[in-house]
């Protein structure tokens, strides 16, 4: 009796010591997740962790298994920028496996099995979603995001709802054109450190963007749909002038991504380039003042 009492107090003894090893330090982490040709970026202080998009595959799991303490299992934000495989499949898993506090996402449709299986996810859990509008200010813990696109409510969100079938056909049809062009763009701010998070917004929403003034620099920069020449005008990267460059792509895709011309003109505003086709999973840290790669 004696050995198993003092074999229950051991063990909980590792645990504590486990736990203990895994509390974050108070530093401000930006990581690009490899998940190959997709986005995934968690954002995290202390235990307060949020997730903009999921790549396309349940590699993002692992991403966050590295960075979230293993007896933290909420999620105090996930972003779906916009519902096209290679930002949403992966959050599938992501919403089955963790407490999301709340989801913002638009109300736009894909007819792709992942998008489906994704909105049981958020109807199962009962997930309060939010789709936001330019304008918007959100706060969660000591990160601050200002909305800057969509500049108005995309969709519809009778979609986050168990809608009768006389409803399906409005719904389905709410949004019609390409889902890059709704791809929610988000401005963050930790202390002084500024980061923008682009979805895959095309060259025509950089210059709307730029024509309504909202446009200011940035320390990082999260480059738009994964380096593409359509996306990252010269006359934008000047606008944000950013010191980081993050660039989550797939090794040898298709698409030629990350684009020479989208290199060259990131080189020319001087942003040191962090790709993770070359280098894996990329992490930047900052205290609020500074910025460094780390881990």
């Known amino acids: 009796m004696k050995i198993k009492t003092w074999y229950i107090w051991l063990s909980i003894l590792a645990l504590l010591v486990m736990a203990l090893e895994e509390i974050p330090d108070k530093n401000f982490r930006i990581v690009t997740c490899d998940v190959g040709q997709g986005d995934a970026i968690l954002l995290t202080q202390g235990f307060t962790q949020v997730l903009v998009d999921g790549g396309p595959t349940e590699a993002v799991m692992s991403c966050l298994e590295r960075y979230i303490p293993w007896f933290d299992r909420k999620l105090e934000m996930v972003v779906s920028t916009h519902p096209q495989d290679d930002h949403l499949a992966g959050l599938v898993q992501v919403l089955s496996?963790?407490?999301?506090?709340?989801?913002?996402?638009?109300g736009v449709v894909n007819?792709?099995?992942?998008?489906?299986?994704?909105?049981?996810?958020v109807l199962d859990n009962q997930i309060q979603v939010h789709a936001p509008s330019a304008g918007e200010?959100?706060?969660?813990?000591?990160?601050h995001f200002s909305v800057l696109w969509p500049a108005e409510r995309s969709g519809d969100q009778a979609i986050w709802h168990d809608y009768t079938k006389q409803d399906q056909a409005r719904v389905l049809?709410?949004?019609?054109?390409?889902?890059?062009?709704?791809?929610?763009?988000?401005?963050?701010?930790?202390?002084?450190?500024?980061?923008l998070l682009t979805g895959d917004l095309g060259s025509r929403e950089e210059l709307a963007l730029l024509a309504h003034g909202v446009i200011t620099p940035v320390e990082v920069l999260k480059v738009a749909h994964h380096g593409s020449k359509s996306s990252s005008t010269q006359a934008w990267l000047e606008a944000l002038h950013p010191e980081?460059?993050?660039i989550s792509v797939g090794a040898h895709n298709s698409y030629g991504h990350p684009s020479r011309d989208t290199l060259r003109r990131l080189d020319i505003?001087?942003?040191?380039?962090?790709?993770?086709?070359?280098?894996?999973?990329?992490?930047?840290?900052?205290?609020g003042q500074r910025i460094w790669q780390g881990k």
Do not use: C, H, P
């Open 173 to 195: 049809g709410a949004f019609s054109g390409d889902l890059n062009e709704v791809s929610i763009v988000l401005r963050m701010r930790y202390d002084r450190v500024r980061v």
């Open 97 to 106: 496996r963790y407490k999301v506090t709340w989801l913002m996402a638009n």
């Open 137 to 143: 200010e959100i706060a969660v813990g000591q990160m």
């Open 111 to 121: 007819q792709a099995r992942s998008f489906w299986d994704f909105r049981q996810e």
């Open 244 to 246: 980081w460059a993050l």
């Open 269 to 287: 505003v001087g942003a040191k380039v962090l790709r993770t086709d070359t280098m894996g999973e990329i992490v930047l840290v900052s205290d």
